[in-house]
């Protein structure tokens, strides 16, 4: 069973570009998570998804910040305009419907860098 | 909301030795999950443990358990027989029940060396 899978694991944009980081579930998750880390951080809850809903998305920044997770495909977290700000590295989490003890699997992230 | 706290930037153990890693947290629910996650340099993060708050028995997988103190808030990581793949930073991390939003809320980690 392969794991969350997360890409691209390396992503380099300049500012003003946009970038688009993708996320494909463990096999039998409906539930996708992405989380920020920031250089010597813990990490930040972004967005919580299921199957073509947004179910909690109250650490997103409220502009530039995008996330879907369409029926068919994978989830996708897309930010606009980037800045240097933005650099950090995004981990996707997948979780089945019925999670024991809400257990949450971690990709390997996807590291992006502004310059 | 909850808040999850490491006071432990950074912490040593000499190899095969014990080291007990800190957590405290604060939380108004009555049931919750707490979790340590591992993320050795390759910077994957690694489910090391996790526990059920309604359990007063203390979660144990192989050389890793814990100290879960309910009243106190805490929550301890004890790793036994030290070895070198252990060294990584160390995060606790606590989530509410099943049924409402699932976020985890991690503290700020401790990077754990171990010495040879």
């Known amino acids: 069973n392969a794991g969350v899978m997360q890409n691209p694991r390396h992503l380099v944009r300049r500012r003003g570009q946009e970038a688009r980081l993708r996320c494909s579930p463990m096999k039998g998750h409906s539930h996708v998570y992405w989380y920020r880390q920031l250089p010597e951080e813990g990490l930040k809850f972004m967005v919580y998804l299921q199957k073509e809903n947004i179910i909690d998305e109250s650490g997103m920044p409220k502009e530039r910040f995008s996330a879907e997770f369409p029926k068919e495909g994978p989830s996708i977290l897309r930010i606009q305009q980037v800045v240097r700000g933005d650099s950090a590295a995004y981990f996707c989490?997948?979780?089945?419907?019925?999670?024991?003890?809400?257990?949450?699997?971690f990709g390997e992230g996807s590291w992006l860098t502004v310059v | 909301a909850q808040t999850v706290t490491q006071s432990q930037p950074e912490m040593s153990v000499q190899e095969a030795e014990t080291v007990t890693l800190s957590c405290t947290y604060d939380t108004s629910e009555s049931d919750y999950y707490l979790f340590w996650y591992k993320q050795p340099p390759s910077r994957q993060m690694i489910l090391v443990i996790r526990q059920e708050a309604y359990k007063q028995q203390n979660a144990t997988e192989n050389r890793f358990s814990v100290n879960f103190q309910k009243a106190a808030k805490s929550f301890s990581l004890k790793i036994s027989d030290s070895q070198l793949g252990d060294a990584a930073m160390y995060f606790c991390a606590s989530i509410r029940t099943p049924g409402s939003a699932r976020q985890l809320t991690f503290g700020s980690g401790t990077q754990l060396t171990v010495l040879p």
């Open positions: 989490a997948s979780s089945p419907r019925q999670a024991p003890g809400n257990t949450i699997y």
